[in-house]
């Protein structure tokens, strides 16, 4: 059992090293290994059957692969930011952090394949790995380190994060392969698709009077209703999938409807004035995050996440939303 950096009596065995200086790692950089091998892991998913997955098997693509170590030590970071009472350790913590991921962004852009070439599947896991590790730290660090430079354009930008992955994962080689060091993840995400092709939407209620609406929009907003409609229809496929398949309420899993959704209403979604009915969609997407637990990578950057969607909302289309009181199919 990982010993708990929250308390006080613990800060003496801290690391005071500043962040290091070359390509190479530092002692620090033990601290935060041991960190993610005995706590960290734990945090990254509900699910025991994938905690070795984040403990072992990560660890060891990043054994190969420098740009992902660097991704687990920036994540393993945060955690001890988050953890760490003392305002100088915290920002110790997060400057290291912030350190490896610079680090390691570089990396992984400076040895992105050349497209024109197959690419080697253990490349393809490496990216793979690091694209969610990405999403880890850009979830937690979007409210965390920059809390006095809040930027609305964030949001879209993360969503092209979370939906990265997919598209590394889309035709991979090692996807179907038990002996990818990967093939854990990629099997729960392939109950969840199994499901959504199982489960009929009719019964969605909670959907119900937001698709009447979309439905109702006038001619003049031909191309966003189609676009909205479909969105609609992804929303209440992931909506039945949560009240069917309890295993899939996980907070990465809500971006799963993201994955789905026609380019047209990602192109609304991103554009700097999105139209209202995007927002409210987009707002339903959100309100999923109450039947899921979090953890304290995801708690404020939801939050915000949520609080700057309904400011975006203007009045009318602020009634539209529907609370989501308990679980409701």
């Not at 945090?43 to 692969?65: H, Q, Y």
């Not at 965390?144 to 879209?156: A, C, I, K, N, W």
Request: glycine share 4%; hydrophobic share 35%; aromatic share 12%.
């Amino acid at each position: 059992m990982g010993v708990s950096h929250s308390h006080p009596q613990y800060e003496r065995y801290y690391c005071r090293s500043p962040p290091c200086e070359t390509p190479g790692f530092c002692a620090r950089d033990l601290e935060l290994m041991h960190q993610w091998s005995t706590s960290t892991y734990k945090t990254l998913s509900e699910i025991p059957e994938l905690e070795p997955f984040w403990r072992d098997n990560v660890v060891k693509i990043g054994l190969r692969c420098h740009f992902v170590t660097r991704g687990i030590l920036c994540v393993a970071a945060l955690h001890l930011a988050h953890l760490t009472a003392a305002p100088e350790r915290k920002q110790e913590f997060s400057q290291t952090a912030s350190y490896h991921y610079d680090g390691a962004t570089r990396a992984a852009r400076e040895s992105i394949p050349d497209l024109t070439k197959p690419a080697a599947p253990e490349d393809q896991e490496n990216h793979f790995i690091f694209s969610i590790l990405n999403v880890y730290y850009e979830n937690f660090a979007d409210g965390f380190l920059h809390q006095s430079d809040r930027d609305e354009s964030r949001v879209p930008d993360l969503f092209a994060l979370s939906t990265g992955s997919q598209r590394l994962a889309a035709g991979a080689k090692w996807v179907g392969n038990r002996e990818s060091l990967v093939y854990p993840i990629i099997l729960h995400t392939q109950e969840i698709y199994d499901c959504a092709k199982r489960i009929s939407t009719s019964g969605c209620s909670y959907i119900g009077e937001l698709e009447s609406r979309i439905q109702a929009l006038d001619s003049a907003s031909c191309s966003i209703r189609a676009s909205c409609e479909l969105a609609v229809e992804e929303l209440k496929i992931l909506v039945t999938v949560f009240y069917e398949f309890p295993r899939s309420r996980l907070f990465l899993n809500t971006f799963r409807w993201m994955y789905t959704l026609p380019e047209g209403f990602m192109q609304l979604l991103r554009s700097p004035k999105p139209p209202q009915e995007v927002l409210v969609i987009f707002v339903y997407c959100c309100m999923l995050s109450k039947v899921v637990s979090h953890e304290w990578w995801s708690e404020r950057w939801m939050r915000s996440l949520t609080n700057l969607s309904h400011e975006l909302l203007d009045d009318e289309h602020r009634a539209w939303v529907v609370e989501l009181s308990g679980w409701v199919s």
